[in-house]
């Protein structure tokens, strides 16, 4: 089975506070990608990576960065954390080379910033 | 860009019965595919169904099918014999091959409740 694992179930950070968000996955995926999710809101894509050191910015990049340094891994970077970035975040990853391959997900980060 | 809307934020339908879940797109892009996702309160992403743009027929998986009308351009997902454990939130996404690779947005997700 494939496996989207998130180092963190829930995280609280205060303001200004640099944090790191880590996802792995265990199926030599080439996509990753990492959402926020807000009530009345949707998924929003945040960033996402087609290999390793390439990225590509989602739809709410700002406040946010990423890094894929090895293929299995994709971190979320808030390099000073606010408030407004409170939220569950998720990381998801699939197959390349074709639109029609299901994105798998992690559990899951509820991010609380104080 | 592409936008996915979902209009309906709740839905609510008996034990058994049938609902249908709206979804609509907006693209120019000639190949592109549909999905649907469940989200239980537990917070998984479980996939449940894919429609690619060229398909002929709508997709189906087990209870259920997706409506998938191009010239609205509106997928609409069916659940047929609701169950108990049907209630979650329900999530349509669009996806295309952005310059080889590909690129998944979601529609905001509609919240369906089965009662007994």
């Known amino acids: 089975d494939v496996k989207v694992t998130q180092s963190s179930r829930y995280l609280v950070k205060r303001t200004g506070e640099k944090v790191f968000l880590e996802c792995v996955q265990d199926m030599d995926h080439e996509n990753m990608f990492w959402y926020r999710q807000d009530p009345g809101l949707g998924l929003r894509l945040i960033y996402f990576s087609y290999d390793v050191k390439m990225k590509e910015k989602g739809d709410i990049p700002e406040g946010y960065s990423v890094s894929r340094e090895k293929k299995e891994r994709f971190s979320l970077i808030l390099e000073s954390a606010s408030t407004n970035q409170t939220s569950m975040y998720l990381c998801?990853?699939?197959?390349?080379?074709?639109?029609?391959?299901?994105?798998?997900f992690g559990q899951g980060t509820r991010l609380t910033v104080v | 860009a592409q936008k996915i809307t979902q209009t309906q934020p709740g839905m609510f339908v008996q034990e058994k019965e049938a609902v249908t879940l709206d979804c609509t797109y907006d693209?120019?892009?000639?190949?592109?595919?549909l999905f649907w996702y469940k989200q239980p309160s537990s917070g998984e992403m479980i996939f449940l169904i894919y429609?690619?743009?060229?398909?002929?027929q709508n997709a189906t998986e087990g209870r259920y099918s997706l409506n998938f009308q191009k010239a609205r351009k509106s997928a609409n997902l069916v659940i047929s014999a609701s169950q108990l454990g049907d209630s979650a939130m329900y999530f349509c996404?669009?996806?295309?091959?952005?310059?080889?690779?590909?690129?998944?947005?979601f529609g905001t997700g509609t919240r369906l409740l089965v009662s007994p």
């Open positions: 693209t120019s892009d000639p190949s592109y595919g």
């Open positions: 996404a669009f996806s295309r091959m952005n310059t080889g690779f590909q690129k998944l947005v």
């Open positions: 998801a990853s699939s197959f390349d080379g074709s639109m029609n391959t299901e994105a798998f």
């Open positions: 429609q690619g743009s060229y398909d002929q």
